[in-house]
């Protein structure tokens, strides 16, 4: 079974631009989740589907960041315009149907984002 | 609002020794705990986790954690550790009816030969 993948795995960008980060969770997972590290801080969350519903989009710092996922498959999180903050490593998680609560998440590798 | 300590950043350890890795966490409500390992280049992956029941749960590679409800506490521990346990090492919080992890700053584990 193949796990959570995130593409892209790196991606340098100049400070105003526009990037989109995709993650494709576990087949089945009606759960995703993106989660994002600064700088060697902790990781934080961002924000939560259930199917292509947010269920709870609590972290996301502000309204650059627009999290879709159409069709309740895969997901793309875009950062317009990008500011050098938003450097970091944004990782997607996923969980089982039915298992938000008590489910575990399994991880992708993260996509990192420099932005000059 | 819940938060988690990891109260050292780098653990440097040889080989064959045993480790500790320490995590508090604060919560006014019951909550899941979690330790969660990124070697390098890699992912996160799930090393153990502790629902309810027994306190102290096991990995399959040798670690164990133990969850002290009184000290707040969720300490990872190996009896001794391999080159290969080289790794990042993330403590997480989840409220018993929360959806998102609350993880701490992490601990760099270095094994030396």
């Known amino acids: 079974e193949a796990g959570v993948t995130q593409f892209p795995s790196h991606s340098v960008i100049e400070k105003g631009q526009t990037v989109t980060l995709r993650c494709d969770p576990i087949s089945g997972h009606d759960n995703l989740y993106w989660y994002r590290r600064v700088m060697g801080k902790e990781i934080k969350f961002l924000l939560h589907?259930?199917?292509?519903?947010?269920?709870?989009e609590s972290g996301m710092p502000n309204n650059r960041f627009l999290a879709e996922r159409t069709g309740g498959t895969y997901s793309t999180l875009k950062v317009q315009p990008a500011e050098l903050e938003d450097s970091g490593v944004y990782f997607c998680?996923?969980?089982?149907?039915?298992?938000?609560?008590?489910?575990?998440?399994?991880f992708g590798p993260g996509t990192r984002l420099l932005v000059l | 609002a819940q938060s988690v300590t990891q109260l050292d950043s780098q653990v440097p350890v040889f080989e064959e020794a045993p480790v500790e890795l320490r995590c508090n966490y604060s919560?006014?409500?019951?909550?899941?705990l979690f330790w969660y390992v990124q070697y390098p280049n890699q992912g996160l992956q799930l090393l153990l986790k502790y629902l309810s029941g027994s306190t102290l749960v096991e990995s399959i590679n040798g670690f164990e954690a133990e969850f002290n409800k009184s000290q707040t506490s969720f300490h990872l521990r190996k009896p001794s550790v391999h080159i290969s346990d080289t790794a990042e090492y993330f403590c997480?919080?989840?409220?018993?009816?929360?959806?998102?992890?609350?993880f701490g700053a992490g601990t760099i584990l270095r094994v030396k030969s």
């Open positions: 919560s006014s409500v019951s909550v899941y």
């Open positions: 589907f259930v199917k292509e519903s947010k269920q709870d």
């Open positions: 997480a919080v989840r409220m018993e009816y929360g959806n998102k992890l609350v």
């Open positions: 998680a996923s969980s089982q149907p039915g298992q938000a609560l008590s489910g575990t998440q399994y």
